[in-house]
């Protein structure tokens, strides 16, 4: 039996991790956290054997809490799943100690299959994330047109209020424009970012610098 913990402090997200868990035989959720300081407690007396944690917390950052469980219990695998994938969360959570990383905007419902993957010393990883790690070792070749390339000031606009968290419709209520205006800017950006979601669109622009 594989013992599960759970750091996330998203109702929404902890529930689709509940239902799913509770499906399968051989793996069970131990704990349900909100936040860091409600982690860091129970990790003091509960060993998970996967800790399954949210970076973005009420009182902190989940990055601590992936220290903590590491530095206690060696044979914890953990698996980042988050909104942020910046190089610096990215980064800092992989130092830290974490074994895998996806983005809650591409997640699929295969939770169980990458908690599987963890016990059996995978390391379950998010395209996007991946190619951010790869692009690190790899020298940018310079025939290849840079991410971003001809982005109007329109588009970047749009850009931002979508970094900010507001939807189609409430961008085109800021803007003054259509809600299919609004798709037809974000489709725009993600063939010039070579994206395909929010939260790689936000991740490409801030790593280029578009964004701050």
């Known amino acids: 039996m594989i013992d599960v913990m759970l750091v996330e402090d998203d109702p929404g997200f902890a529930r689709r991790f509940v239902e799913a868990i509770a499906m399968s ?3 069970r959720l131990t704990r349900t956290c909100h936040c860091v300081k409600d982690a860091l407690e129970h990790l003091a007396t509960e060993q998970p054997d996967v800790l399954l944690v949210d970076l973005g917390l009420p009182d902190g950052n989940g990055i601590e809490v992936i ?7 060696p044979s914890c695998d953990v698996l980042v799943v988050s909104v ?3 190089k610096t969360n990215v980064l800092k959570s992989i130092e830290a ?3 895998g990383y996806l983005l809650k905007d591409g997640l699929r419902e295969d939770i ?8 059996r010393g995978g390391s379950p990883v998010s395209p996007l994330i991946a190619r951010q790690l790869l692009r690190r070792f790899q020298p940018v070749r310079p025939t290849e047109p840079p991410p971003g390339e001809h982005v109007t000031e329109r588009e970047l606009e749009v850009l931002n209020l979508l970094a900010r968290g507001f939807n189609y419709q409430e961008i ?3 803007l003054g424009v259509s809600k299919h205006t609004i798709g037809t800017y974000i489709k725009r950006m993600y063939r010039k970012l070579h994206v395909n979601s929010r939260s790689e669109a936000v991740f490409e622009a801030q790593r280029i ?3 701050e």
């Open 112 to 119: 169980l299959q990458h908690i599987d993957d963890l016990r």
């Open 67 to 73: 220290r903590h469980a590491v530095a206690l219990y």
């Open 209 to 211: 610098g578009l964004l």
């Open 97 to 99: 100690g974490a074994s």
């Open 84 to 86: 942020y994938g910046d």
């Open 25 to 27: 035989s051989s793996v």
């Open 172 to 174: 085109a209520g800021l």
